[in-house]
DNA sequence: GTCTATAGCTGGATAGAC
DNA sequence: GTCTATCCAGCTATAGAC
């Protein structure tokens, strides 16, 4: 691996731990093994090689939800499956994380790829979801982009109570919950 | 409003606004007109000052969530009172977002007022909606506990929706895709 | 109680040698 | 491409005067 690529990847490792506010040049270097002229040679500077890092985590986001979004069987099991996807509960979500950074949403740069991320997560939940309502798996009273919303929301918001209660417990109850709501509805 | 008191309001703001790794001694000095000997005169610390701050910040959601959950009105509509609450929808909420914060999650001390207030909001919620079943409002087979954290993770994570989009639509919608689906079952 | 001085450390970056 | 030296501002706190 290249001294970019380990700059890069070390980058997403502590964004995702310590967000950007917490994390510095300096503790990028050491992690990856790079001296300082190195990462000012490879990057402009640290809001350059963090969006370098936010946008690689954004995509490794979105490839990861399609396995389970665009995989077979039926709208709820797709659904399902993006819910039960494996998870790193106490660590949180390494995109919903940098939304609470207050440089990232001041910055419409390094925001961008956080946005986008979720733009596409709430359409491809709606697409599976009025799929099902097409298909008569779900009812026809069913708003796609209201509950695709809620959907997505329940995830980010499992990730805070878990890493408020130091446990994946509350992660696991508000993902339990709202299966069964949907499954509730699913039987006509 | 006495130096010690103006200490605490302004940590809290910053601490909402910037998270613990954002928010420097200094900030909080200039943002509460008090001179540096002032403020370790009456805090030990930046850990001492932002504890007495988030213990504030506890307490006061847990009061406002109270104003909604202990009205009159059926479990729905307390619920949804909750929901509705008047929320500053990009700004996030003051608690949820030191749950993210790396330094609050590593000491026990600090985290220890955000575990409370959650554990508390998800019984609070849990006992509206057993309330809601024994009074035959909602289905017996409704998961109280489940349910609960269900309705929590929808606001926490419509926030980091909102954020991410610089809009509080996300959040919005997250909201009233929740209300529905409780909506969809209570018809029976 | 509040003020100023001082201190050592880190943050984020530039410059120039190799 | 990588290394070391250097820079100035900010962080967090202590000390002692008033």
Redesign the pocket.
Same mark, same amino acid.
């Given at each position: 691996m290249? !001294?970019?690529e380990r700059l890069i990847r070390s980058t997403q490792e502590l964004l995702w731990d310590r967000g950007y506010?917490g !994390? &510095?040049? @300096? =503790?990028i270097q050491q992690r990856a093994q =790079? #001296?300082? #002229? &190195?990462m000012? +040679? +490879?990057f402009?500077? @640290?809001?350059d090689l963090a969006l370098a890092a936010i946008r690689r985590s954004a995509e490794e986001l979105r490839a990861e939800s399609e396995v389970a979004l665009g995989g077979g069987g039926t709208a709820l099991e797709r659904i399902e499956k993006y819910l039960r996807r494996e998870r790193d509960v106490l660590r949180g979500c390494p995109v919903g994380r940098l939304a609470q950074d207050p440089d990232i949403i001041a910055s419409d740069d390094l925001r961008q790829p956080v946005h986008e991320t979720f733009d596409w997560l709430r359409h491809r939940l709606a697409e599976v979801l009025a799929d099902g309502v097409a298909r008569d798996e779900l009812p026809a009273d069913l708003d796609p982009e209201d509950t695709a919303a809620t959907v997505a929301a329940v995830v980010q918001g499992g990730y805070v109570l878990a890493r408020a209660a130091s446990s994946p417990e509350p992660f696991e109850r508000a993902i339990d919950g709202v299966r069964k709501l949907l499954g509730a509805i699913s039987q006509h």
């Open positions: 290249d !001294t970019s506010v !994390t &510095s040049p @300096k =503790a =790079a #001296g300082q #002229g &190195s000012y +040679h +490879h402009k500077g @640290k809001p």
